[in-house]
């Protein structure tokens, strides 16, 4: 399931969403608050601290279309001199997707608890409308990455846990837009000529997540978490086709990716029997993002993108408020900064810093079966683009030209989610 993860919202190609009841609080104290199994995919120490027994948690979020770019393409005439520009603007390129998540906690003994969990921890899909100005540079770009994990944790005592977490994970990548050949290379005469580029690729690699839980006092919890990066070589193909004259043309191609370690430090205090506060400030170390490089036999289909990614800090606020037997209340705010600026923003990353308004309930339906409500508010930051397109590192390719304009972007989340003990 965790596999049909399209366009998320977070921060760079991260993905928040895998959990209804944590995006309830802005995803404060996701490392901190065991609240159900979905903290397996956070901190893998929060398994011990979960009431009940073996336990089911099951959801998806699903965000709504949005996005809009209003700006224009420059390229130098191919006959004659002067520039041509054209109208880059379009809208709704974030498009409606869902992004579902599963998770299974079942106790070994008083010590030791096992888990299972399917998620996803990385992801990004744009997809512009067919034939807009700027499709020269991207049409279409996918990355789907879908962990499964197998989770071990040990229970020191009451008042403290760590835990392990194995993960096998896989991606699947697409990069599509419209592409120069150099017709020399076809056998007709000199220039270059366009055609609808399409590179595919997918790997597979391990990971792994380390968390510890300490309960300082009755009121107070504190949560830490490391994740692994995870280093990725995509294999599959290049594919130009709708060329004039040829037709289409193909080959081998490779990108080698790496998804960044990341480091959670959570809290939890519970104040009374009704209010309880939580906080998150989590690490990522984006600046190993540093750009698109796909390769292949035939150095004319090599694509370069120049990323030049800064780490990030993540931070967040919330709160839950017992309002009956029934029904818990939650809020929550997160500040989330990109790793990229006005001089490193892409079509390909039209990221900016972004806050999240959230709010979410947990309805009791029985006493072994419970269900999480959540809604998020996400407004990016207005974001400003120039890019320029690449041979490769450091070599520009002047006849592709360069896209300019603003980004306008917002979504609206919604989250379900299933507890299930038995």
Request: glycine share 10%; net charge negative.
């Amino acid at each position: 399931m965790a596999s049909q993860v399209s366009f998320v919202q977070a921060a760079g190609y991260g993905i928040n969403e895998q959990s209804a009841s944590y995006l309830g609080t802005g995803f404060a104290g996701r490392a901190s608050n065991a609240i159900d199994a979905s903290i397996s995919a956070t901190n893998p120490a929060g398994i011990s601290f979960l009431e009940g027994g073996r336990q089911i948690s099951v959801g998806a979020d699903v965000i709504l279309e949005g996005g809009s770019f209003d700006g224009e393409y420059t390229r130098p005439r191919q006959i004659g001199s002067g520039n041509i520009t054209t109208d880059a603007g379009t809208d709704d390129f974030q498009k409606t997707s869902f992004v579902p998540f599963g998770y299974f906690v079942v106790p070994i003994d008083e010590k030791w608890s096992f888990g299972l969990a399917g998620y996803a921890p990385y992801g990004i899909e744009l997809d512009y409308e067919n034939g807009w100005g700027g499709e020269y540079f991207a049409d279409k770009t996918s990355v789907k990455v879908m962990n499964l994990q197998g989770t071990l944790s040990y229970k020191f005592n009451d008042d403290l846990a760590i835990g392990f977490g194995l993960i096998g994970s896989h991606v699947a990548g697409e990069l599509t837009q419209k592409s120069w050949v150099a017709s020399d290379d076809l056998g007709i005469p000199s220039g270059v000529i366009a055609g609808d580029g399409t590179i595919k690729g997918d790997d597979n690699t391990l990971g792994w997540n380390l968390g510890a839980i300490w309960n300082v006092n009755d009121s107070t919890t504190l949560g830490l978490a490391y994740h692994s990066k995870l280093d990725f070589t995509l294999e599959g193909d290049f594919d130009v086709e709708d060329i004039p004259v040829v037709g289409s043309k193909s080959d081998d191609a490779s990108l080698k990716i790496t998804m960044p370690e990341k480091i959670m430090f959570s809290a939890t205090h519970k104040v009374d029997e009704q209010w309880t506060v939580m906080a998150d400030a989590t690490w990522t170390r984006w600046s190993r993002f540093q750009e698109f490089h796909v390769t292949s036999p035939n150095p004319d289909l090599d694509s370069y993108v120049p990323m030049n990614w800064k780490n990030t800090w993540a931070l967040s606020l919330g709160t839950s408020y017992q309002l009956d037997e029934k029904w818990l209340l939650r809020a929550g705010y997160m500040f989330d900064e990109s790793p990229v600026s006005n001089d490193t923003r892409t079509v390909r990353s039209p990221d900016a810093n972004r806050n999240w308004f959230t709010l979410g309930a947990n309805l009791k339906l029985a006493e072994n079966m419970n269900m999480d409500f959540a809604y998020a508010y996400v407004k990016l930051n207005s974001a400003s683009i120039d890019e320029a397109k690449y041979k490769g590192p450091g070599e520009l390719d002047s006849d592709y030209g360069s896209i300019s304009g603003d980004y306008d972007s917002s979504s609206h989340i919604f989250g379900v989610q299933l507890n299930y003990l038995f």
